[in-house]
Nanobody, 114 residues
């Protein structure tokens, strides 16, 4: 029984940075894999970053620019986004991997525009 709430989005110029947070109402320690997803207008939702207790992985489109981290003690997952590009514009969501339908929140909007 976990609820996830994303925050930290905003409007930023290309090359800028944002840090997203995903706070869970319950413990995420038992969830082996947490992930960030995003959905751009007219596009399907895609996975962008994943973190287990020991490993991380990234979609090619964000690798080297984004960093996912998780703090089980704080029940929070973070996504540090650097060198943002216009194509990063999307609503960002966190969830488990594989995602659970009941975990989807409202997401947080990230807009990258000159």
């Amino acid at each position: 029984q976990v609820q996830l709430v994303e925050s930290g989005g905003g409007v930023v110029q290309p090359g800028g940075s944002l840090r997203l947070s995903c706070e869970a109402s319950g413990s995420i320690a038992h969830i082996g894999s947490m992930a960030w997803y995003r959905q751009a207008p007219g596009q399907s939702r895609e996975w962008v970053a994943i973190a287990t207790s020991t490993l991380t992985n990234y979609a090619y489109t964000v690798r080297g620019r984004f960093t996912i981290s998780r703090d089980n003690a704080k029940n929070t997952v973070y996504l540090q986004m650097n060198s943002l590009k216009p194509e990063d514009t999307a609503v960002y969501y966190c969830n488990s991997n594989p995602p659970r339908d009941e975990f989807w929140g409202q997401g947080t909007q990230v807009t990258v525009s000159p």
